[in-house]
């Protein structure tokens, strides 16, 4: 199971999935993307989060799996974790696929594998049709970068607890198009914002989320960005 959630914590971030739901039912700016959660959401988690003044870099962190220190968050997309939907017997990439592609169905004798269907890139709102393109193009983006949580903190967690953060289908991972995953990498939102604007507080939500329910800090210049893509967030009425 995910690390136990603060009660404030919990409630908030159950309400920003719940959010990307009924969002359609609320007013919403003309330059805010389908759901983006309702403003007063995302300020209360940017009054939750923690904020601390810089991210200092701690030594050890690796993803790759070779080496004395390797492999800091386990083998990458793990079904064997303490993440939520873990141990299905798919990846969890194929997790992430299966709920992101719309119009997608097990391969035939590959339960795990999806046929077809398409992607609507949450950073861009770019449409990808995997039946076209094949799924190499796509890629699963940590929202809340590794390397960035290793260093303001899971470099003190347990192996387990790492492992969970880096395969949470729920509160940390989306499938996007290769090119831009390529360009966040390891980015936070100081100096990463998805390309179109109106993504802004779709994504401040998401990155906020998995911050709270994590503890996680954020430092303060990318609390700064994050409360102005807030400012793009619908008003809930």
């Given at each position: 199971?995910?690390p136990?959630?603060a009660?404030r914590?919990l409630a908030?971030a159950s309400?920003?999935?719940?959010a ?6 609320l007013g919403?700016p ?14 209360a ?11 200092e ?8 799996c070779?080496g004395?220190?390797?492999?800091v968050f386990?083998p990458?997309?793990?079904?064997t974790?303490?993440a939520?939907?873990?141990?299905n ?29 398409v992607?609507?890139d ?6 990808v049709?995997?039946g ?6 796509i890629?699963?983006d ?6 960035a ?5 899971a470099w003190?967690?347990s192996?387990?607890?790492r492992?969970?953060?880096?395969n949470?289908?729920d ?8 090119a831009?995953?390529?360009g ?5 939102p ?9 993504r ?9 989320t998995?911050a709270?329910?994590?503890?996680l ?10 409360a102005d893509?807030?400012?793009r967030?619908p008003?809930?009425?």
């Amino acid at each position: 199971m995910v690390p136990p959630l603060a009660p404030r914590a919990l409630a908030l971030a159950s309400a920003v999935l719940v959010a990307a739901i009924v969002v359609t039912h609320l007013g919403r700016p003309p330059d805010s993307a389908p759901g983006s959660p309702p403003r007063e959401v995302v300020l209360a988690l940017l009054e939750t989060v923690r904020v601390v003044d810089a991210r200092e870099p701690v030594p050890g962190y690796d993803r790759e799996c070779t080496g004395a220190s390797a492999c800091v968050f386990g083998p990458a997309w793990s079904d064997t974790t303490e993440a939520p939907g873990s141990g299905n017997g798919c990846s969890t990439r194929h997790d992430v696929l299966a709920r992101d592609l719309r119009g997608g169905t097990p391969a035939p004798g590959s339960p795990c594998e999806r046929a077809g269907g398409v992607l609507v890139d949450p950073y861009t709102g770019r449409t990808v049709d995997v039946g076209v393109t094949g799924l190499r193009g796509i890629h699963v983006d940590h929202v809340y970068p590794l390397s960035a949580a290793w260093d303001l903190g899971a470099w003190a967690w347990s192996p387990s607890r790492r492992a969970a953060f880096a395969n949470d289908v729920d509160h940390n991972l989306l499938a996007v198009t290769a090119a831009v995953n390529t360009g966040k990498s390891d980015s936070t939102p100081a100096d990463w914002l998805p390309p179109d604007p109106g993504r802004h507080c779709f994504y401040a939500s998401r990155y906020l989320t998995a911050a709270t329910v994590y503890g996680l800090p954020v430092t303060r210049s990318d609390h700064e960005a994050l409360a102005d893509a807030a400012r793009r967030c619908p008003a809930a009425r």
